[in-house]
């Protein structure tokens, strides 16, 4: 009972947590690596883990890249090797959720990325929309004009490097063709993508946000925090949520998600969130903001070393 309070992880108790521990559910960027560059140690970590009969699973917001492609990465980086069936990437889980959701040949039009697309082509859903827009005509009140895919029955939002204007304009002609009847997916909400230095670019959320304002309408979201990212893993695994753990550097996506799966929750330091952000929520008496307070906290999963024995 009461308030989760967040712990160092180390001494017995990190043994005890990982001896309790058949499954850990890593994110990526900023807790296996950060940008091109590995975690110190990270692999190592990992490669324990896999040694001791642990199911490593890969669960990550970024819509950028295909399953293979983060196989691809896992070993370029020197982490044990991963098959495609272990990530769980919003692209992936986007198609595997409009798959179930949409009637056999419904096509989806796409503001994202070559690798969602691809993601779409290997369950086999038509989709039209990525890459370049080209304008339809000279000012957007003429674009309105230009013929729509009759086949569509879903807009789609992930990262997208060519979102315009016109394409805004597209998402929102489908979303009013097709009424309640059309969905709307975002792979997920991330506001901001950090990169070295405090710097940072915007995130899926924008865009997201841009046509839910344009449809005034709210959108389904496949990543983190939403659980079916969990329900994913699980219905491709055996996993038990007591003996899972969801290891993380946000709280708004990563933790939040562990903690309403009823996973164990452990934040690593080496990507966005500083340890001042946990005690705030910890000790902000809000019940909403306790779910975002972690089980354990690490500096760095490589700090898992010696739970791991040598
Ligand atoms: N979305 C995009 C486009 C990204 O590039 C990243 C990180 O690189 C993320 C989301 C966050 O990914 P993760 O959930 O692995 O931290
Ligand atoms: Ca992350």
Redesign the pocket.
């Known amino acids: 009972g009461g308030p989760r309070r967040c712990r160092r992880l180390e001494g017995e108790a990190a043994r005890a947590a990982l001896a309790n521990a058949d499954t850990l559910l890593f994110?990526?960027?900023?807790?296996l690596w950060r940008?091109e560059a590995a975690v110190s140690g990270a692999a190592e970590a990992l490669e324990r883990l896999a040694a001791a009969g642990k199911r490593l699973c890969y669960?990550?917001?970024?819509?950028?890249r295909t399953r293979a492609a983060y196989t691809e990465k896992l070993r370029r980086l020197g982490f044990p090797p991963a098959e495609p069936r272990h990530i769980f990437s919003?692209a992936f889980c986007a198609a595997r959720y409009l798959r179930q959701a949409l009637p056999p040949g419904a096509a989806a039009y796409v503001l994202g990325s070559a690798a969602l697309a691809a993601e779409l082509e290997a369950v086999g859903i038509p989709h039209l929309g990525t890459g370049p827009a080209a304008l339809p005509g000279p000012a957007p009140a003429d674009w309105v004009q230009a013929p729509l895919e009759p086949a569509v029955r879903a807009v789609l939002v992930g990262?997208d490097e060519h979102f315009s204007y016109a394409k805004l304009c597209q998402a929102l002609r489908y979303l009013l063709r097709g009424g309640p009847e059309c969905l709307l997916v975002g792979t997920?909400r991330?506001h901001r993508?950090p990169l070295e230095g405090g710097a940072g670019i915007p995130?899926?959320g924008c865009l997201v946000k841009a046509v839910e304002t344009a449809a005034q309408r709210e959108a389904f979201i496949v990543?983190?925090p939403n659980r079916f990212m969990f329900d994913c893993v699980a219905q491709e695994f055996p996993v038990d949520p007591a003996r899972t753990i969801m290891v993380g550097?946000?709280l708004d996506?990563?933790i939040l998600m562990g903690n309403s799966c009823g996973l164990t929750t452990l934040l690593t330091l080496t990507?966005v969130t500083a340890l001042d952000e946990v005690r705030g929520h910890q000790d902000s008496g809000c019940p909403a903001r306790h779910s975002l307070v972690p089980d354990f906290y690490v500096d760095s999963i490589a700090d898992l070393l010696p739970a791991l024995g040598q």
């Open positions: 994110d990526c960027d900023g807790v940008g669960v990550t917001n970024n819509s950028g919003s990262f997920n991330d993508l995130g899926t990543g983190k550097d946000r996506t990563d990507g």
